[in-house]
């Protein structure tokens, strides 16, 4: 009985230390804003109400215009010219922080982020992610285990929720620690919270 009260104040304490998923705040202004980027760049796809509004509604949950600025920079222009390609760059792009896009794109290797179906992996990847994650797991790794789809993957999926910096510097305090990429992941897992299955219907 006693060590299952001892267990229970442990679960109890965890749970309250840990950081709870917080729901990113969604700026008033960035969705008129991405729709009037959009339809500057290619006013004839946004010409009719229809796609006017295909526009509008791919342009709701954008954190800020970052990640829609570079992604139009990197991707050719005639690979953003119709309306289908523009709703799939915006909706890419919702709940995906600036900061973060652009650490990420910062750190692939090039040829992995030339193509319109590479970027738009790339920002669904970085769905919900904080900067502060991916920075943090940048200063442990080399360059070569963050410079691919896939590495880009390991790391965005232990990245998605609300991080807890002190956590992890506490799990890499040593040396010895985090010196590789499994050992970066194992110690992100334990520093995140990720979004409920309620939360994600929320979003």
């Given at each position: ?140 790794l080399h360059p070569r285990d963050?410079?691919?789809l896939e590495d880009l993957k ?50």
């Amino acid at each position: 009985m006693f060590r299952a009260v001892i267990l229970l104040a442990a679960i109890v304490y965890l749970t309250s230390t840990m950081a709870q998923f917080q729901a990113p705040q969604i700026p008033s202004h960035t969705q008129a804003q991405c729709v009037e980027k959009l339809c500057a760049n290619n006013p004839g796809e946004c010409s009719s109400r229809t796609e006017h509004r295909m526009i509008f509604d791919a342009c709701s949950r954008q954190l800020d215009l970052g990640c829609i600025d570079l992604s139009m920079k990197l991707i050719s222009s005639y690979e953003q010219n119709e309306i289908e390609e523009m709703v799939s760059i915006a909706r890419s792009c919702q709940y995906v922080s600036g900061y973060a896009h652009q650490t990420a794109m910062k750190n692939m290797y090039r040829y992995d982020r030339d193509e319109f179906s590479e970027i738009t992996f790339i920002n669904s990847r970085l769905w919900l992610v904080q900067n502060s994650c991916l920075a943090s797991a940048l200063s442990r790794l080399h360059p070569r285990d963050f410079d691919s789809l896939e590495d880009l993957k390991a790391i965005t999926n232990q990245c998605t929720g609300t991080f807890d910096v002190a956590c992890f510097e506490k799990q890499c305090k040593s040396k010895y620690s985090c010196n590789d990429q499994e050992e970066v992941v194992d110690a992100l897992r334990s520093c995140i919270s990720g979004p409920s299955k309620v939360d994600r219907r929320r979003l």
